[in-house]
């Protein structure tokens, strides 16, 4: 009876370790790629911030039409003015008034130029922020590649030295070898699994990570698709310069924010010009509420006011929004020169991995010949035990210098795609030529939209997947 319980015990504790078995998901580059662009948390607020921009614009337009106020009061009177037959002691008023901008000096206008500028800058720091997730992304991916590699070699290095031991075990039997060659051995076999343990957990994290940023369960195992490779990278480092200086929406977003404290600058001095508004007003008075028994009346007009003196606040206010388009052309000149940093940064670790690529790859080939003539000799007695583990060493070494060389290759190549600002929704030449065309922000996003035809830089476009954001859960953009 016992045995039967023990059985049905480990029968539901099966059935509930299934039920709670962590998800197995297969992925490749490109939907690792797609799924981080669809639910990282940076995209929904850059999402945000463009909607920001979005109503920041609908509410300088808004600020340029006609408003209509209406004002109501309910008062107790009493005295010679307010005859108690005519009044009762009360008395309500109510007042409605019609107001229509027609020149503000300027500021209206400038508001309204301003905040198309934000969000044009709104637009390329979404296109920014999608870049950046691709190459997090991208890295993610690349180090679970990596930490698998390191996996593997680590293995193989344990499976080499447990043969080894094997030999030398059966040597020292046959009494041909010193009992210092079995330790010696047994130590390093050690040392080597212990690298294992230490790789494994390694890619458990970077898996994890992965899953982190794809948010998705952190105990999801993920299994990469692919292999850390070698794809020959054609382009020079002017043209990648070139290209980068074009191309970089986080430039544009500086360009677009220096026309912006432009903007400001000629807004500001509106204040030294008068505003006009036309005015059109009605009035009731009773001793009811709505009742226009004891008075009505209307007015219609036109107000100017011409603030002539302010004590010098405008030409303050002047001199703060120089202040600040000078802050923005730095910022942009700034920008550039980081540009050409990060591209040259780049371009130059992705061909030291490249060269390293080749001389790794050739340093396997001796090391393995290295440790074939070791162990030749060990088993001869002319070689020692330490030219064997020596041997071993340099070839796991080798190996790992090798993938090291590939992830820093791919790792770089994707930093550089950044650098150059590879697009992902939107190509920001297009799109900064449409704005500049008079296009406002909505249309200039659909003319700039990447699409599979795109082939301005066909060596560029191969490397990584181009994705368009669906912005369909925004509020809907009509300009």
């Known amino acids: ?25 297969d992925i490749n580059l490109d939907e690792t790629i797609q799924r981080a662009l ?62 229509y901008p027609i020149y503000a000096g300027n500021a209206l206008k400038e508001g309204r130029v301003a905040a198309r500028y934000g969000l044009n800058a709104a637009d390329m720091e979404l296109e920014n922020s999608l870049q950046t997730i691709k190459l997090t992304a991208t890295n993610y991916y690349f180090n679970v590649l990596r930490c698998r590699n390191q996996i593997e070699v680590d293995e193989d290095n344990v499976r080499t030295l447990q043969e080894h031991l094997n030999n030398v075990n059966a040597q020292f039997r046959a009494g041909t070898v010193a009992k210092a060659d079995v330790l010696s051995s047994q130590v390093r076999l050690a040392n080597a699994q212990q690298s294992l343990v230490t790789a494994q957990n390694d890619y458990d994290v970077a ?12 105990d999801t195992i993920l299994r990469a698709q692919e292999q850390l490779t070698y794809t020959p990278y054609n382009l ?8 980068a200086l074009e191309n970089r ?43 226009n028994k004891l008075s009505d009346s209307w ?16 030409a303050a206010q002047v001199e703060s929004a120089k202040a600040s ?11 550039r020169e980081g540009v050409q940093l990060e591209v040259q940064s780049a371009y130059l670790t992705l061909h030291a991995a490249e060269k390293n690529i080749s001389t790794t790859k050739l340093a396997i080939t001796s090391a393995e010949e290295d440790f ?18 020596d041997a071993s060493d340099k070839l796991t070494q080798a190996k790992n210098n090798y993938y090291v060389a590939l992830y820093t290759y791919n790792t770089a190549k994707a930093e550089l795609d950044k650098a150059m600002g590879i697009p992902v929704s939107i190509d920001v030449v297009r799109y900064v030529s449409a704005e500049s065309e008079g296009k406002n922000a909505a249309d200039a996003r659909a003319e700039s939209a990447i699409n599979s035809n795109y082939s301005e830089v066909p060596e560029i476009q191969e490397t990584q997947p181009t994705v368009t954001i669906d912005l369909s859960d925004a509020t809907p953009i009509q300009e």
């Open 1 to 25: 009876m016992f045995r039967k319980f023990a059985l049905i015990s480990a029968a539901i504790l099966a059935v509930s370790n299934s039920a709670y078995a962590a998800d197995i998901v």
């Open 38 to 99: 669809e639910s990282n948390r940076a995209v929904k607020r850059s999402i945000a911030s463009r909607e920001s921009a979005y109503w920041a614009l609908r509410q300088a337009r808004r600020a340029s039409g006609p408003t209509l106020s209406w004002s109501t009061q309910a008062n107790a009177v009493g005295g010679t003015a307010y005859p108690k037959d005519t009044y009762n002691h009360r008395l309500f008023s109510n007042t409605a008034q019609i107001t």
């Open 207 to 218: 898996v994890a990570t992965l899953s982190n940023y794809l948010l998705m369960p952190t």
């Open 236 to 243: 020079n480092l002017a043209n990648c310069t070139a290209y």
């Open 249 to 291: 929406p986080d430039v544009a977003a500086a360009d677009y924010a220096v026309k912006q404290a432009e903007s400001g600058v000629r807004s500001a001095k509106a204040g030294y010009r008068p505003t006009v508004n036309a005015i059109a007003s009605g009035g009731i008075n009773g001793k009811s509420p709505f009742s």
């Open 299 to 314: 007015t219609a007009g036109i107000s100017a006011n011409w603030n002539i003196f302010d004590n010098g606040v405008t």
């Open 325 to 335: 388009l000078a802050a923005a052309e730095e910022a942009a000149a700034e920008a």
């Open 372 to 389: 074939k003539i070791a162990q030749v000799r060990y088993a001869a007695g002319v070689g020692t035990n330490l030219d064997v583990m």
